[in-house]
């Protein structure tokens, strides 16, 4: 700097901001070597009084001296405070070794974990999931079904109409006939699982809410020996391999023949007990050929084609495979009823 004073001035700042070391004290040098009151910027204003030559000059070293303040004050700072971060991160250093304090973490309801176990046992035998509507109209929850509308079959399956028309799905045999019109004559292999309703008083074996897997076959040449050796080996692994089956003539409007399918009770090895009250045999699901009506109605000719169909209540399930009292506990959530299916992990 040709210019003494401003040479002083900028020897005073650098020598401030050597000696600073904190972020308050930079923003109080920079105030005093720089704010509008400061002898830098009252130097500033007397530029005008100035000859032209002078002026250029005497302004050039003023603009010099600021710039050089700031900048270096402003490394200051940053530099500091990239220090702080700096020390701040190796004191707050995490030991992601220590073994963590206890804490409760929530499992599946046993009515899932049973779900998802048939839902692989069958996805284990070639079968796709499909999906239906809960709420459905009266054309497909029963008369696609072949229950026309003043079949006695619809008083066993009383629900919540929400119109004439619309009502809660009494089971999941609806989804056969979305299913069948949606393959357009191609074959068919899926189950569905998903929520039905009927109206019905609750009680330790009744809720008007409960859930379904239904099980859908279609294609040339199924027979009833096909049914039944699906649901025995579904039944095997479910239950165990001890357990036999039963099928029992029945009646449902949508299949032909009907069965009603039963399989040796667990407490007794099928010799008879008070839980399968004397009879060895404990009723798990019903089904039966596809009805020629209900196959013609959704786009299948029943001379070419013919399948088979079953629905299976998965609460049942859960309740035979545990030894569940009521039925009315899957959706109380007691944690202490949910706790005992935790998995371990
Ligand atoms: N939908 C019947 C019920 O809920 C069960 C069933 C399904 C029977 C498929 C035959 C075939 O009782």
Redo the contacts with the bound molecule.
């Keep these: 700097m040709k210019n003494s004073k401003i040479q002083g001035i900028l020897d005073k700042a650098k020598e401030a901001i050597e000696s600073a070391d904190s972020v308050e004290t930079f923003n109080s040098i920079k105030s005093f070597f720089l704010s509008r009151k400061s002898e830098l910027m009252s130097m500033m204003s007397t530029l005008g009084t100035l000859e032209p030559e002078e002026r250029k000059e005497f302004g050039q070293e003023l603009n010099q001296a600021k710039e050089e303040i700031s900048k270096s004050i402003d490394e200051k700072i940053e530099e500091l405070s990239k220090k702080e971060l700096a020390e701040k991160l190796a004191k707050e250093q995490i030991d992601i070794s220590l073994p963590s304090s206890n804490f409760t973490s929530g499992g599946k309801n046993p009515f899932h974990v049973i779900k998802d176990e048939i839902v692989d046992i069958f996805l284990g035998m070639g079968f796709d999931v499909a999906d239906g509507p809960e709420v459905e109209s009266d054309e497909y929850n029963f008369k696609l079904l072949n229950i026309p509308d003043d079949h006695p079959a619809r008083d066993m399956?009383d629900t919540f109409y929400i119109s004439d028309n619309v009502l809660l799905r009494?089971?999941?045999?609806p989804v056969?006939a979305h299913v069948m019109q949606q393959a357009e004559g191609k074959p068919i292999r899926i189950i569905c699982p998903g929520k039905?309703y009927r109206r019905d008083d609750d009680d330790a074996t009744h809720s008007h809410q409960f859930a379904?897997i239904?099980?859908l076959v279609i294609d040339k040449n199924i027979n009833i020996g096909h049914l039944k050796a699906t649901l025995e080996l579904f039944v095997k692994q479910m239950f165990g391999e001890k357990r036999e089956i039963r099928l029992r003539p029945s009646y449902?409007p949508?299949?032909e023949p009907?069965v009603e399918v039963d399989i040796t009770c667990a407490n007794c090895d099928g010799k008879g007990c008070s839980m399968c009250k004397g009879t060895g045999y404990i009723e798990i699901?019903?089904?039966?050929m596809v009805h020629p009506n209900v196959l013609k109605m959704n786009g299948y000719d029943p001379e070419v084609y013919s399948g088979f169909?079953?629905?299976v209540g998965i609460e049942r399930v859960a309740i035979l495979r545990y030894g569940i009292d009521d039925i009315r506990r899957f959706y109380q959530n007691d944690v202490r009823f949910l706790h005992q299916y935790r998995k371990k992990a």
């Design positions: 399956q009494t089971h999941t045999s056969q039905t379904q239904e099980g449902f949508f299949t009907s699901l019903g089904g039966g169909a079953f629905g």
